[in-house]
């Protein structure tokens, strides 16, 4: 083909197709702005619906996403393309990435029930797979939380929906355990009265729900001694840690053992 059938090809092109490519070009730049702004205003409703905010991005992002397909549908009909069979190719290819990608959908499916029944949100202090921290985070694959030592734990959504959840913050409150074991020898009386004191002299302690000292076991080297308090969640550390120097103070001055483990080893 010389040049001049070349360009006699590409004006009979231009003739046939141009008004059909400034079409898809209008479509998709029209359709763009136009999906951006109702998900710009869907946003804004659900946001003032008082949705919780990574639900509002979720939602937004699959809007978004199926206003861009309608877009893109419309452009291939616009250029007279058969969109039945690219719908159920469409299809075919959304079937095999959900099957490769399942455990990511698992965890976008968990994060949407968690969002929605709320069994915690961003800053209540829970108990998630083992680990103990702030939620500082819930996004579409995983829940973040702060522990103690500041690290972070990201944990897969999916994980956390199928396991127990603990949220402390659900409650102002929350209860100091210990058990303190002494010996057989010492005066179980006045160790009680030891630990009652200590409820009593501790400030961050609360009057209800009402403490509580009592023999918890018989152990077979040591009278366990069950130690339950009340404080509000955010001293819970502090009384914690307050109560195992202060118990381990007094029980040494007033003579009080904390016996160790005893092993027997016999011979013949």
Known sequence: MNFSGFLEQITIFANEYSFKIVAVVLIFVIGRFVAKQLTIFFKKVMIRARIDATLVVFMSNIIYFILLLIIFISALNAVDINTTSFIAVLGAA??????????????IGAAVVIIIFRPFRVG???????????????????????PVDKSIVTIPNAHVLGRIIINYSKRKERRVEHIFRISYDDDLKYAKEIL?????EEPRILNEPESLVVVNALSENSVDLLFRAWTLVD????????????????FDAAGISIPKKQIDIRTK
């Open 124 to 146: 209540d202090l829970v108990e998630l797979s083992g680990a103990t921290g702030i939620v500082q985070e819930i996004n579409l694959f995983s829940t973040i939380i702060e």
């Open 196 to 200: 009652q004191r200590i409820i009593d």
């Open 235 to 250: 001293d819970f550390w502090a009384v914690h840690y307050a109560i195992l120097e202060r118990v381990k103070l007094e």
């Open 94 to 107: 959304t079937l095999g990435i959900g099957l490769a990608l399942k455990d990511s959908l698992a965890n």
